[in-house]
Structure formats: structure tokens, C-alpha cells
């Protein structure tokens, strides 16, 4: 089945340690990007990419960092920099950029204490 | 700067009413529209795209609208489920292919 997996579903850190976040696509997309969404605030695009080794930031891209070095995969890094990390985090893809049809996986839900 | 703006932010309604969910963009320059849903806890569904050439797009009881002129989309749900229930969202790209942007979503409830 083609989609985008996310990994974990629930992750839990002590504040202060950096915590990597897993998407994985086997759409064959160009464009990842990755979202995050608390309550009452909608969906704000933290980066993005449009293509291999290359990305751009959002706009809420302080205290977290991205890595594009395969297709497949476009993992977030959360910081210790990040002063509220505890949140939603959803990552999607689209065949080649946003005016294509976007496709999200399920989220992982980052708990910081 | 394109801002998207969904009215109401809820809306309850009992089984088998048919509703109209509203979204509005800033800029009517905008390649397609997608709607989407969300149920708690988790990603967000597609559920139509409309393309800024189209009027509107079937799939089902839903039905888009789009009107770009006047900066509108309607989503349309026909004999309203208790499995309807869910947080809607609109979003369009950005100026230039740039990522889209979204809307805060309708979150809908159908009561049996």
C-alpha cells in the first residue's frame, strides 16, 4: 500500500534532550513537508522540501532542524532550542509542491517534560 | 500575504440534515483547493481537490464548491452521518507553488 508512515506514534522526553521524528513516503513524491498543530491554532508549516537535499523553513522553523538525503524520507529533529516542543507533529507529501493533491501520515504526538 | 478563514468553527447538527461548511481565502489567485478532514488524534484525510478551473467536485454525499472571484469554497455533506463527525479543513497553496495554507477547520458533529 503507498502512503506516508510516521514513527512513533507517542514520544515522550525530558526537556533539554533532542528527539528525532521519523516520515517516510513511498509515493514517489518530490515535496515533503512537515506541520504543527496545537489546539485552537491550526496547522503552521515548520520546512519543507521540494526536492533532494534541499529544503526551506516555515514559519515556525526556530528550534527545530531537517535533513532531506533520500525521497523517501524527510526526518525533524526537535531541539532542546524549542521552547514549547509539546504538540502534534504532521508530516505530508505532495507529488511536486503544494498545487499538487497533499497526503498526510498520521502524526506523532511529542510529549516534553 | 493569503489567509484562510473557515466559518463556523463548530457546528452540531442532528442525523440525516444536510450542511454547508464555509471557507474563504484572501487571494483569488490560487491554483486548486483541497478540503479535508480530521478526526481527533489523528492525520489529516483528503477529501476533494478542486482545480481554480472547476466550479465544483463530487465524491459521494460531499460536493465543492469553489468561486474564486469572490474568494469562496463550500463543502456541501448530504443525510449527515453520526461517522461524519469530524474536524473539516480547507487550505490553499501559497503565492508562487509555496505550501498551502490552512484554514482552523469546522469541527462537526452529528447526533443520532
Known sequence: DGGITQSPKYLFRKEGQ???LSCEQNLNH???????????????????SQI?????????????SVSREKKESFP?????????????????SSKQGANYEQYFGPGTRLTVT | KQEVTQIPAALSVPEGENLVLNCSFTDSAIYNLQWFRQDPGKGLTSLLLIQSSQREQTSGRLNASLDKSSGRSTLYIA????????????AVPGQGNTPLVFGKGTRLSVIA
Do not use: H
Open chain 1, 18 to 20: 533532542n528527539v528525532t
Open chain 1, 30 to 48: 518530490d515535496a515533503m513537508y512537515w506541520y504543527r498543530q496545537d489546539p485552537g491554532q491550526g496547522l503552521r508549516l515548520i520546512y519543507y
Open chain 1, 52 to 64: 533532494v537535499n534541499d529544503f526551506q523553513k516555515g514559519d515556525i522553523a526556530e528550534g527545530y
Open chain 1, 76 to 92: 525533524l529533529t526537535v531541539t532542546s532550542a524549542q521552547k514549547n516542543p509539546t504538540a502534534f507533529y504532521l508530516c505530508a
Open chain 2, 79 to 90: 443525510a449527515s452521518q453520526p461517522g461524519d463527525s469530524a474536524t473539516y479543513l480547507c
